[in-house]
């Protein structure tokens, strides 16, 4: 028996082995699973209902800048599924710019209000367009260089990933990079 994840590459891989192996028996389970946090339909609720009717949502929010939980009037743009967490794009009048909001730190009930007054065509970065390529560590010698290229189906030596640029960081976070601890920013900005 062969134990793996529902990912489409690993479903393609077995129905491959299947025709060609009938003997063996797959089952998909998840080879990990990431601790889920806790969102109420309570909260979720108001916020696709703004989003859908592009109103204005009074919330409690903690940020983890300093722990204080802050009323704040946001006007949500779309929600986005990460593999760690769920949170809501939206324009923070506190703020006075475009931010992301994680789910799970949002208190109480969010209220609707009026007329939403920003959209998604002001936020710039949400508009942005860019290919994140990453590559394989220079530490690494031809043939590990060569397997990690393998690994991840890199072409030419590069894994494309297209997004735009409010979500970067959660790309490298998938990858389990960090930028600031292995000085990847170059002088010019770029990865």
């Known amino acids: 028996m062969i134990e793996c994840d529902g990912s489409p590459k690993n479903k393609a891989a077995s129905n491959y082995l299947k025709t060609r192996h009938s003997s063996i ?8 699973s990431p601790i889920t946090r806790n969102i109420s339909p ?3 609720r108001p916020l696709v209902q703004a989003i859908r009717e592009k109103k204005r949502v009074d919330i409690s ?5 300093d722990g204080e939980i802050v009323e704040r009037i946001i006007c949500p743009l779309t929600l986005v599924c990460t593999p760690l967490r769920w949170h809501v794009r939206a324009y923070c009048e506190h703020a006075g ?11 109480g009930i969010p209220e609707l209000n009026d ?3 920003y959209d998604k065509t002001r936020d ?5 367009s860019v290919v994140v390529e990453l590559v394989a560590e220079q530490r690494f010698n031809d043939k590990q260089k060569a397997e990690i290229e393998k690994d991840f189906g890199m072409s030419d030596d590069v894994l494309s990933i297209a997004t735009n640029s409010s979500l970067i960081r959660y790309v490298l976070d998938a990858y389990n990079i960090d930028i600031l ?3 990847l920013i170059h002088k010019d900005n770029k990865l």
Do not use: C, G, M
């Open 25 to 32: 028996q797959f089952t998909f389970k998840p080879s990990y």
């Open 42 to 44: 309570e909260i979720l």
């Open 61 to 65: 929010y903690t940020s983890l800048k």
């Open 97 to 107: 710019n475009y931010r992301d909001f994680v789910l799970s730190r949002i208190h």
């Open 115 to 117: 007329a939403a007054t």
């Open 124 to 128: 710039n970065l949400w508009n942005k």
């Open 181 to 183: 601890s292995k000085n």
